[in-house]
């Protein structure tokens, strides 16, 4: 696997052994960062499901200021630190924190911070024909906290999932962009009016 665009191209990246980590494609990361184009150039992201952490990294390599990477498994989360110091980052570019992704959400949160960009590649969930989706993808859009740390006006959150998943959104989400790619879905979501409108009101009643 290596990172496909920008200061780093060609660079070869570190995979934790085994089969519990299905890394992105090249066809997918150049798919997905075609779509965002310019909005990388100093944007703050968070990565959550980070694993090898390929998608910050190709983020860094096109020019984003900052990444929060969010991997639980501890073993994933040295690789990701490997690939990093691999390529001489400085150490201010990267935050990563080993721990459940929706611990961390919620954390977020709590510390009001917010991102330009949310990359989240969870492991794919099962087919659900004729019932909803009980995968990650279907936790992360059905998360309350989730759209609270996107940036209002410009922000995404892109999301891949298996083509063979249907899944549902509620209004804090308005999805821009669909692409498919092989047996993956990405779809690109920014947050909507409706938390505005929320918020307000909460205010109001406070």
């Known amino acids: 696997m290596r990172i496909t665009g920008g200061i780093y191209a060609g660079r070869i990246l570190q995979v934790p052994k085994g089969c519990d980590v299905r890394p992105a494609t090249d066809t997918v990361k150049q798919a997905i960062f075609n779509s965002l184009g310019t909005m990388i150039a100093g944007a703050?992201?968070?990565?959550?499901?980070?694993?090898?952490?390929?998608?910050?990294?190709?983020?860094?390599?096109?020019?984003?200021?900052h990444v929060v990477a969010v991997?639980?498994?501890?073993?994933?989360?040295?690789?990701?630190?490997?690939?990093?110091?691999?390529l001489?980052?400085?150490?201010?570019?990267?935050?990563?924190?080993?721990?459940?992704?929706?611990?961390?959400?919620?954390?977020l949160r709590d510390e009001k911070r917010v991102f330009s960009l949310i990359l989240a590649d969870p492991p794919f969930g099962e087919k659900n024909i004729g019932y909803r989706s009980r995968s990650l993808a279907q936790a992360l859009l059905d998360n309350e906290d989730l759209p609270w740390l996107l940036v209002e006006a410009d922000g995404?959150?892109?999301l891949r999932h298996t083509f063979r998943e249907t899944l549902s959104f509620s209004a804090a989400w308005e999805e821009t962009r669909?692409?498919?790619?092989?047996?993956?879905?990405?779809?690109?979501?920014?947050?909507?009016?409706?938390?505005?409108?929320?918020?307000?009101a909460g205010n109001k009643r406070l």
Request: aromatic share 8%.
């Open 156 to 158: 995404l959150f892109v």
């Open 178 to 200: 669909l692409l498919r790619h092989g047996d993956s879905v990405i779809r690109f979501f920014k947050r909507t009016t409706f938390l505005s409108v929320e918020q307000s």
């Open 44 to 65: 703050s992201v968070l990565e959550l499901f980070a694993g090898t952490g390929a998608l910050g990294l190709e983020c860094l390599s096109r020019g984003a200021a």
């Open 88 to 107: 001489g980052l400085a150490r201010e570019c990267l935050s990563l924190r080993c721990q459940d992704v929706f611990t961390a959400i919620r954390q």
């Open 71 to 86: 991997e639980k498994s501890s073993r994933h989360a040295s690789v990701i630190r490997s690939n990093y110091e691999a």
